[in-house]
């Protein structure tokens, strides 16, 4: 018969976990204590004037390779490039506003055009009208003259 089953490898496994954990924390936790006290040790003895010299000459040093110019111009062009953005957004506002306009416009003038046609088209009628009626009243009055 099969003694290692998954099922026994697994039980078997998590009790080797539950048994090691505790000593492994343990372990960790001594090293830490360790270290703390030889670092305070440590930590009480002064730098040397030859150190602090170097330290002070590394943090210079530092300061003088970084790309001060570079990154004021990186600034410079980022908003130069937002500058442009609102430009060119504000440009878009008015061309869409001018567009609008235009049609706007372009509408006005069809419904004026066609009321001016309409009106155009009602003066002619009453101008024939009007023509009729004197021409009407010149023959009533010629013919009551003939008579």
């Given at each position: ?29 001594a ?23 170097y ?5 210079e ?12 111009r ?38 004026n ?19 009729r ?15």
């Open positions: 018969m099969r003694v290692l089953s998954y099922k026994n490898a697994t039980i078997a496994l998590c009790f080797f976990n539950l048994v090691a954990t505790p000593f492994l924390l343990l372990r960790g936790h090293s830490l204590s360790h270290r703390r006290l030889s670092s305070s040790s440590s930590s009480s003895r002064h730098l040397s004037s030859a150190q602090l010299k330290i002070w000459e590394s943090e040093l530092r300061r003088v390779m970084e790309p001060v110019d570079l990154i004021k990186i600034k410079e062009i980022e908003r130069e490039a937002y500058a442009d953005a609102d430009v060119e957004t504000e440009n878009a506002e008015k061309q869409t506003a001018a567009v609008d306009l235009s049609k706007r416009l372009q509408d006005m003038r069809a419904v055009e066609a009321n001016s046609q309409k009106a155009l088209e009602e003066w002619r009628k009453r101008k024939i009208e009007r023509a009626q004197r021409e009407i009243g010149k023959n009533g009055t010629v013919s009551g003259v003939k008579s």
